[in-house]
């Protein structure tokens, strides 16, 4: 019964591994064609189209592919980490609101000084989470306890 036991841990291991290695492979493509669809926009500036007009959708699409890469290394992290870190979890979402800053306020929209002071907070309130999930990980904690033993 104990070298079923391990035998089916081992399949499982290796099957994850199989697994991630497919999503890797898989986030890679994705990436790929993100970045042909965000160089087949400078088409548009080349075009007959308004520049501002087309200036402004490869920005966005710059920044929106920034925060797919933002997204992607996260999952990759969690792939390498078994586990997902919530200081790489606020990475994206940091990156996703200071993109819709950018944004709002390169298209020259009319943003109220509430608005922000709402991006200002939200960006504040999760740096100080991300740097609260570094400063308090299981990693450090148990680096700090090893200090404490060794000390």
Request: net charge positive; charged share 15%.
């Amino acid at each position: 019964f104990l070298t079923m036991k391990l035998d089916t841990v081992t399949l499982f291991t290796k099957s994850l591994a199989v697994i991630v290695n497919v999503l890797i492979l898989y986030i890679i493509v994705i990436l790929m064609i993100g970045l042909g669809i965000t160089l087949f926009s400078l088409k548009a500036l080349l075009t007959g189209n308004p520049f501002s007009l087309a200036f402004a959708q490869i920005i966005t699409d710059i920044l929106t592919f920034l925060v797919i890469i933002e997204l992607f290394r996260g999952f990759i992290e969690y792939f390498k980490a078994q586990r997902f870190q919530l200081h790489t979890m606020m990475d994206p979402a940091i990156v996703f609101v200071i993109r819709e800053m950018i944004i709002r306020l390169y298209r020259a929209e009319n943003v109220s000084w509430e608005t922000l002071v709402g991006f200002a907070s939200l960006i504040l309130a999760l740096g100080v989470v991300r740097s609260l999930a570094v400063h308090f990980s299981p990693d450090s904690e148990a680096k700090r306890a090893q200090t404490l033993i060794r000390g």
